[in-house]
Nanobody, 116 residues
């Protein structure tokens, strides 16, 4: 079982920045895809960004140009740098680890609240 520990959420004003971190307890981190998802009240969970083991990134249209996903394989950690935050970015953000493209593991979630 892979444990994912997230940190970095909080309350910020519109236009501000936050950086989320997620550390995975696995020896296979560097070989697998990592992602960040979010879920706002009353809405389905959606993909925010992902990064493959090769470093290929993918972003939701709503965050392109504002969010940056990165990974540090030496620390088994993935980051989400969020700039120019908007009130509509308010959600619980979840870290995802997809092992061998078949098994999904999730973090506990971290709240991000953007005030207008």
């Amino acid at each position: 079982q892979v444990q994912l520990v997230e940190s970095g959420g909080g309350l910020v004003q519109a236009g501000g920045s936050l950086r989320l971190s997620c550390t995975a307890s696995t020896n296979f981190f560097r070989f697998n895809t990592m992602g960040w998802y979010r879920q706002a009240p009353g809405k389905q969970r959606e993909l925010v960004a992902s990064i493959s083991c090769a470093g290929t990134t993918n972003y939701a249209d709503s965050v392109k140009g504002r969010f940056t996903i990165s990974r540090d394989n030496a620390k088994d950690t993935v980051y989400l740098q969020m700039d120019n935050l908007k009130p509509e970015d308010t959600a619980i953000y979840y870290c995802n680890y997809r092992q061998w493209a078949t098994s999904d593991f999730w973090g506990q979630g971290t709240q991000v609240t953007v005030s207008s």
